[in-house]
């Protein structure tokens, strides 16, 4: 089998005249083959190079800069709680509040000060002397204001507060060093880039390629371009990985942060022809505008060439949503799952005694960005028809492969209570789009070619309870209108998710099962 971007240039090798040699005919067979097999070896050499440019497990930058924040706002309050137990040589409550004030400004003055010197701004390539540099003004700031604080409060401890204010301010400093070397570490290890492609073998994609090799503050992963008659092997070092078709069948896919279409935007026709085919990846997609007062040396690629892009398609990562929602997750999943523990033990046994066959049953489905993750569930169906239910067959009305207690399971949705695990593991939250298996068929088609907006759902992680869910769109998918109202709520959820609207949706879920007599689960 030919990898598909090959196909029209086989076509156009094979209507090429052959000539004869002495010998005889060309073999035709021969040579279409021997250039088949050479694009192939090429597209797999280029799809190797992608590969050790994409690297996985990726820090976001910004979430980064919140954890150190965090981290300095507990030591700052552990510092002050410290002078505080050695300035009362242990007895905290004989202080008074002159003596107690000099310490709480410090704690507090030190996180606001060192995030206004923009000691929480993460950038890779920044000297690490810079860095400590910042942290060391922010907390000297605070320090003088301790030191000036206690001379008007308490000018009889002024000695302690001063050694204090230096030992402190060094202390955080130190910190930052610390900061300082992960970064360092994890910027050699590409950690700190996002994973972008570019379609579009233009000269704008090489001048972004070009200028990134100077900054390094972005893997460009790989080029995609349907005009083959313009799209090298390789564009300024990166590996050209074939047409927009192939993108989409690109095993690479869910790896990527950006999707930058660096076609001219006067090529108006070609880029909304090209962005209708795109809008249906689960990436935001950029567009690049204009390079051409792009400095390397004043401005950095931080955010895919920053004021020189504008994003057509897709959602941006709210920070603040994004760390209350695990949050809601750790914390109500922690409970759920105690509180869940004895009843799952009784259907483990349950399902053992019923049939046979291991109780829990794991699948493949699709997460966030698309990357495969296993989830799990109680099975319901008996232990030889697993490997019918993994290709993708739907649950019908009275199923035969359905065991009796899975019956009740399915019906009760108690089935899905393992998924709390998933939940802690970080795969799954407690709301958000229902996960959907591998390749899943709705008719006989799959579903993903049904809907335009199908990959939009993994722009969110997959959920145990949902908006469609509670809206009515439960179960398997068995018309193509079923599975455009489950996408328009899946989408619409990711469009107005928020804390509230999850603790809704929560609250919801019980009723909603319950009442629920007509789906087929």
């Not at 000691?119 to 942290?135: H, M, Q």
């Not at 073998?201 to 083959?228: M, Y």
């Amino acid at each position: 089998m030919l990898p598909q971007n090959t196909r029209g240039w086989i076509v156009e090798y094979s209507a090429t005249p052959q000539q004869e040699s002495p010998s005889g005919p060309a073999n035709d067979t021969t040579e279409f083959t021997s250039g088949a097999k050479h694009e192939a070896a090429t597209m797999t050499r280029a799809k190797m190079r992608a590969d050790a440019r994409a690297p996985r497990n990726r820090i976001n930058r910004r979430a980064l800069g919140h954890t150190f924040q965090s981290i300095d706002i507990v030591s700052a309050i552990v510092l002050a709680a410290a002078g505080a137990v050695s300035l009362s040589n242990g007895d905290v409550f004989s202080l008074s509040a002159g003596q107690m004030l000099p310490l709480a400004l410090f704690a507090s003055l030190s996180p606001l000060l060192l995030t206004l010197v923009g000691a929480y701004r993460i950038e890779p390539n920044e000297p690490i002397a810079y860095r400590v540099l910042r942290a060391f003004i922010g907390c000297g700031l605070a320090g003088t204001a301790m030191i000036g604080t206690a001379l008007i409060a308490d000018p009889g401890v002024m000695l302690f507060n001063a050694l204090f204010a230096g030992i402190a301010v060094s202390a955080m400093a130190l910190l930052h060093l610390v900061y300082s070397g992960f970064i360092a570490h994890w910027r050699t290890q590409g950690r700190l880039a996002r994973n972008i492609i570019l379609v579009g073998a233009t000269p704008n994609a090489r001048k972004l390629i070009t200028a990134n090799q100077h900054s390094r503050t972005i893997n460009v992963v790989g080029v995609f371009d349907d005009r083959k008659s313009r799209a090298p092997s390789q564009l300024a070092g990166t590996p050209y990985l074939g047409t927009t078709e192939d993108l989409f069948d690109w095993a690479l896919l869910p790896e990527i942060d950006r999707v930058v279409l660096t076609v001219t935007p006067q090529a108006q026709a070609r880029v909304q022809e090209l962005l209708e085919r795109l809008r249906a990846l689960p990436q935001p997609v950029i567009l690049l505008l204009d390079f051409a007062g792009f400095d390397p040396d004043r401005e950095t690629l931080d955010d895919i060439a920053g004021v020189h892009t504008t994003q057509m398609s897709g959602t941006e990562e709210r920070l603040a949503h994004l760390f209350l929602k695990r949050a809601q997750d750790i914390v109500l999943g922690s409970l759920m799952t105690l509180f869940a523990l004895p009843i799952m033990a009784l259907i483990a046994l349950s399902v053992k005694l019923d049939s046979r066959g291991p109780a829990i049953f794991r699948q493949t489905r699709e997460g966030f960005n698309g990357r495969p993750i296993e989830v799990y569930k109680f099975r319901t169906m008996r232990h030889d028809d697993d490997a019918e239910h993994r290709a993708m067959r739907q649950v019908e009305r009275n199923d035969p492969r359905i065991t009796r207690i899975g019956g009740f399971l399915r019906k009760t949705s108690l089935d899905e209570l393992p998924q709390l695990f998933n939940v802690l593991l970080g795969s799954m939250s407690l709301v958000g789009p229902r996960p959907h298996a591998l390749g899943m068929r709705t008719g006989g088609v799959e579903t993903a070619k049904l809907v335009a907006e199908y990959a939009h759902r993994h722009r969110a992680k997959p959920g145990i309870t949902g908006w469609a869910q509670i809206n009515g769109s439960r179960g398997p998918l068995h018309t193509p209108e079923a599975a455009r109202e489950r996408i328009r709520w899946d989408v619409d959820y990711i469009n107005r998710s928020g804390f509230w609207l999850d603790l809704w949706i929560m609250v919801c879920t019980l009723p909603a099962l319950l009442g629920d007599k007509q789906n087929i689960r």
